[in-house]
């Protein structure tokens, strides 16, 4: 069985296999016999101590050390399990303090964990062994710790192998004191004397709670939103909610749930969780949405209990890992300014900073306006198990327009009418040149694009945007000039006078003038749209558009230059045609070719291709989105 999974890795055939690692090197729980690197998502498994300070040298002193996976269908392949003494910031000074040859730790059984494992390094550590290997199912494993011979305080630390043979080196717990013994820095045992809330599990969604989270088929570690519910059988209407998210903040930070009748932030009932830097406690608090930010009401925590001690359940709130979790039951209150539990919500959940406890305004980037679920959710329907993100149709609307208006339909206008004007000089259609049609055709499509998607994006905003940060609040700006550049130059092209007149040169720098402004402001209108929250555009899609911009670039330098080096052969046979002409005016003479015909065609009909190729990569990536 080894020799073959050797040789289909050989071969590439892409097979994982975990029987070449092995766990681990006593001093600094490195993995062994693999050259795979070690994850750098968070590990999905976590290690408890039932305390937070200890005496040394008492027989009857033990720490229960719990090595628990955090769910999502992690199981535990292979660990190693040390104790270490660490300074009083909490760094690590010593691995495997204590004394040689007494074994620290013994494995407490546990009903449904059938594992098997062994002391090693003079049995100061603690590490699977072969009957764990290769297909274990254990979700949790107990040991009991004897603290003997150690002085100070100190962690555990363990190294992790799951079931499908990725790896997390040096996971750590929570720092343990010695009682009587070194103290460690107040911000440490501040810490350190919250208690760890279990994490959110999974595996119960749509079985014994609801669920929506943020992406699809995330667990929590892995998650950017996730929110639970369900319905406790008292008096009165309560519910326990479990909320959690990626959190960025200096020192106060937050996650926030809203209960909408729709999917925008405004008028809503909110459920803020904060973690206070300072004090390093977690709370819950109520409010109402307004605008882009929230309204606490006159008893925010009316109603709020963290404690749960009247249900027999564990509640609170952390900030772990650069996670914010709460975990919190919430009953009927007489709050004026409340909404309803009972009834059909959408649920809408942003995180970030906090100042003094209160939740700064949501922003409007990517990845920082509020998720929407995508459907309406009832808190007393625990079959719900709701994944993904609600759309806004207009949005996505304005924005497959002006990429069509923009990389379609203006990139092939602006060529005909700057470098194809004297191609094709002897045919017509309906009596005008190719590159006045294609021209006119394309600046009217255009036209008509950007007029739908200007009256779609000012349906969806309800007026002119809030946005008030830069570069965001430049698309509305920049947006409304492009609009009046797009008006005012057909105009006057309606308007132009004949070829021969003596204002017709002024008209046409005129009109190429608008025209420019307009295009140069566009393009980099687009990348700020693209960034927006509510459109929901991936970041790949961003960098297709740069290449082709790119792309496009360079197709007009190298037009310019070929128009450059055909100039004097072309004026060449135009004073001969010239000539001709008036030497027999009667005479149907064609018009001359120009010169480099060929490659200025050849150039066409590949920037052709590829702009229908972008255009609809475009398409479909912010349609799908």
Same mark, same amino acid.
């Given at each position: 069985m080894k020799a073959l999974l050797t040789l289909l890795s050989l071969v590439g055939l892409g097979v994982?296999?975990?029987?070449?690692?092995?766990?681990?090197?006593?001093?600094?729980?490195?993995v062994t016999g693999t050259s795979a690197e070690p994850q750098i998502y968070p590990c999905p498994f976590?290690?408890?101590?039932?305390?937070?300070?200890?005496?040394?040298?008492?027989?009857?002193?033990?720490?229960?050390?719990?090595?628990?996976?955090? &769910? &999502?269908?992690?199981?535990?392949?292979q660990f190693m399990l040390q104790a270490v003494s660490i300074d009083s910031m909490g760094k690590v000074t010593v691995a495997n303090p204590g004394e040689n040859g007494v074994q620290a730790f013994t494995q407490v059984p546990i009903e449904g964990q059938a594992v098997s494992t062994i002391s090693d390094c003079e049995g100061k550590v603690v590490k699977s062994d072969a009957n764990l290997k290769f297909g274990s199912k254990a979700t949790k494993i107990q040991f009991s710790f004897a603290p003997r011979r150690i002085q100070g305080p100190i962690k555990f630390r363990a190294t992790f192998v799951d079931n499908q043979g990725n790896f997390w080196l040096r996971e750590e717990s929570e720092p343990i004191v010695q009682i009587g013994g070194p103290p460690?820095?107040?911000?440490?045992?501040?810490?350190?004397?919250?208690?760890?809330i279990d994490p959110i599990h999974t595996d119960k969604c749509g079985i014994e709670k609801g669920c929506y989270r943020v992406p699809e088929g995330c667990w929590e570690p892995y998650c950017d939103y996730i929110a639970t519910w369900r319905p406790l059988s008292r008096v009165g209407v309560e519910y326990m909610i479990e909320m959690s998210a990626r959190v960025n903040g200096i020192t106060d930070r937050h996650v926030s749930l809203a209960l909408s009748d729709d999917t925008r932030w405004g008028d809503d009932r909110v459920f803020e969780c904060v973690h206070e830097g300072g004090t390093g406690l977690t709370k819950v608090y109520?409010?109402?949405?307004?605008?882009?930010?929230?309204?606490?009401?006159?008893?925010?925590?009316?109603?709020?209990?963290?404690?749960?001690?009247?249900?027999?359940?564990?509640? &609170? &709130?952390?900030f772990l890992d650069g996670r914010v979790r709460c975990r919190f039951v919430v009953r009927s209150s007489r709050n004026i300014n409340s909404l309803p539990l009972s009834g059909n919500y959408h649920l809408l959940m942003y995180s970030g900073p906090a100042e003094n406890t209160l939740t700064a305004p949501h922003r409007y980037g990517y990845g920082e306006y509020p998720v929407a679920s995508p459907d309406m959710v009832s808190l007393g329907d625990i079959s719900i198990n709701m994944q993904g993100f609600a759309r806004y149709p207009l949005v996505k609307a304005h924005g497959i327009l002006m990429i069509l208006a923009w990389c379609f339909f203006g990139t092939i206008g602006l060529l005909m009418t700057k470098y194809y004007k004297p191609m094709w000089p002897n045919k017509r259609f309906y009596g005008q040149r190719y590159w006045f049609i294609s021209h006119f055709n394309c600046m009217a499509w255009l036209f008509i694009f950007v007029l739908i998607a200007f009256i779609l994006i000012f349906v969806e905003a309800g007026g002119y945007s809030t946005v008030d940060y830069f570069p965001l609040d430049a698309h509305p700006v920049m947006g409304i000039i492009?609009?009046?550049c797009v008006i005012i130059n057909p105009?006057?092209?309606?308007?132009?006078?004949?070829?021969?007149?003596?204002?017709?040169p002024c008209v046409n720098w005129i009109h190429w003038a608008f025209g420019t402004v307009a295009w140069c402001l566009a393009i980099p209108n687009m990348f700020i749209g693209m960034s927006f929250g509510k459109a929901h555009v991936p970041w790949w899609a961003t960098w297709i558009l740069f290449i082709y911009i790119l792309f496009h670039i360079i197709v007009e330098i190298t037009l310019e230059i070929h128009q450059c080096c055909t100039h004097k052969k072309n004026k060449e046979r135009r004073k001969k045609y010239e000539f001709q002409k008036r030497e027999n005016p009667k005479a149907n003479i064609p018009e001359p070719e120009p010169a480099g015909r060929i490659f200025k065609r050849n150039m066409f009909i590949a920037h052709f291709i590829v702009t229908c190729i972008v255009a609809l990569i475009m398409v479909i990536a912010i349609a799908a989105a």
């Open positions: 994982t296999s975990t029987l070449a690692l092995s766990c681990c090197t006593c001093d600094d729980l490195d976590i290690i408890k101590v039932s305390k937070f300070a200890y005496r040394t040298n008492d027989p009857e002193e033990f720490l229960t050390v719990t090595l628990e996976s955090r &769910g &999502g269908g992690k199981y535990i392949d460690l820095d107040p911000s440490i045992v501040r810490q350190n004397a919250l208690p760890i109520q409010a109402r949405s307004v605008a882009h930010s929230t309204e606490r009401f006159r008893i925010p925590q009316d109603g709020i209990d963290e404690t749960c001690n009247l249900y027999d359940l564990k509640c &609170g &709130g952390q492009i609009f009046c105009i006057i092209a309606l308007l132009r006078p004949a070829d021969d007149h003596e204002c017709r």
